[in-house]
């Protein structure tokens, strides 16, 4: 029995052995889940400031999410990895304030443009 029990573990052994030999990079990452863990956002406030700084440019978040969904998932993406949420807390409420350090500044510049070129037309 423990001679049986000896050739069943070294023939697994080899089994293992001959199997990660031929193991690819693709069957890992075939095995890997399919989507990383998600990360903490660095800005913990992009949910409350993101709709600020649109309502700013006159943009309606909502409408935004139904008619361009792409760069609206792009815009909270950017906000919620924006490393200057307490200058944008400050700040977001004065008219006056340029919020030119904003990732999505020039986002949203260009859906003001679209939006005032297609009232034109």
Known sequence: MLVTLQRTVRAFGEWCSKAAR?????DIDAAAPDTAPAEAPRNPWSDVLLPKRLGRADIDPAYLVAA???VMRDLKRACADCTSADRCRREIDDEGAELEYCP?????????????????H
């Open 22 to 26: 031929h193991r690819t990079q693709s």
């Open 68 to 70: 361009e969904p792409a």
């Open 104 to 120: 999505n500044a020039a986002t949203i510049d260009n859906l003001v443009l679209e939006k005032y070129i297609g009232e034109r």
